[in-house]
């Protein structure tokens, strides 16, 4: 028989151990799927890119997400790629309209026992900073997010616009039979005003299908793609092929600029980049193909 003094240094052992367990799960990384780029790019400025496991394809940015594995896109994500990287911890964005993916595969990943934690996101300045400090916040890294945050700042404050603002036309193309042209409201209008541009064109929010005639009527003095649109189109020859283009003043003088997309539009930690990218090519006014 066991005496009360053993018995007790049995419970004691077998609470020990639980604590012990419980714990090391707790101190355990988490294994993070990101599904969406920008909060990507917050992690790893956080310092938290090791326990990244998986990303989507928005997830471009720092290149050593190349590596990572891929997931799809998260409008298109499958709930089977993703849990079979055995991830604890799936992260992403909402904004005010809803889940950036689909309600049912957040349900699938809880379903699954895996923590989840999306993040509200908007398109400005304010929005930028706050998602980074909400991240920030949730991974118990506020000295770092707050030093993201100055950067961003600090970034912004060397921006110099234009001395006169030009029109600026953003054509989102994949390939010459699928072109839409970016309205108000959108991450792209708000990144033009930022730099000391003007949308060349107003009256609508979200994008809208580019036509010939819509497009000499906002007559652009700058034309902006993402470098994989300009590319779909074949060059600046195939944008000049586009009908319209060749009558505006940005085809005329091949005012053209392209940029990386999720840079352009992700409004990220690097938005003061992106804006200060977009101010020098408005100043050049000058062709950036390469």
């Given at each position: ?152 700042d600090a970034d912004l404050a060397r921006v110099q616009k234009p001395a006169k603002a030009k029109k600026v036309l953003f054509i989102y193309a994949r ?36 036509t010939a005639e819509a497009l000499v009527s906002a007559n652009p003095d700058v034309i902006l793609l993402f470098s994989s649109g300009l590319e779909s ?12 283009v060749a009558q505006t003043n940005a085809g005329r003088n091949k005012a053209v600029i392209e940029m990386d997309g999720q840079l352009m539009t992700g ?24």
């Amino acid at each position: 028989m066991i005496n009360r003094q053993t018995a007790n240094l049995l419970v004691v052992i077998t609470a020990l151990t639980i604590w012990c367990q419980q714990a090391w799960a707790q101190a355990k990384p988490d294994r993070i799927v990101s599904l969406n780029g920008t909060v990507t790019e917050i992690l790893c400025g956080l310092g938290l890119q090791t326990q990244i496991v998986g990303v989507d394809v928005t997830s471009t940015y720092p290149a050593a997400m190349e590596k990572v594995a891929k997931v799809g896109h998260n409008r298109n994500i499958g709930a089977e790629a993703v849990l079979a990287l055995q991830p604890t911890l799936i992260v992403g964005t909402k904004s005010a309209t809803g889940m950036d993916i689909k309600p049912e595969l957040i349900r699938q990943f809880q379903q699954a026992g895996v923590k989840t934690l999306f993040f509200e996101q908007t398109h400005s300045v304010a929005g930028a900073k706050k998602l980074i400090q909400d991240v920030g916040a949730a991974f118990r890294k506020p000295g770092p997010a707050a030093a993201l945050v100055r950067k961003l700042d600090a970034d912004l404050a060397r921006v110099q616009k234009p001395a006169k603002a030009k029109k600026v036309l953003f054509i989102y193309a994949r390939g010459a039979g699928n072109m839409m042209v970016a309205g108000e409201h959108t991450p792209v209008d708000q990144l033009i005003t930022l730099a000391g541009g003007q949308n060349a064109v107003s009256g609508f929010d979200s994008f809208k299908p580019l036509t010939a005639e819509a497009l000499v009527s906002a007559n652009p003095d700058v034309i902006l793609l993402f470098s994989s649109g300009l590319e779909s189109l074949g060059g600046m020859s195939g944008l000049l092929n586009v009908p319209g283009v060749a009558q505006t003043n940005a085809g005329r003088n091949k005012a053209v600029i392209e940029m990386d997309g999720q840079l352009m539009t992700g409004f990220s930690p690097r938005l003061g980049l992106a804006v200060q990218e977009l101010s020098r090519k408005l100043n050049d006014s000058v062709l950036t193909v390469h």
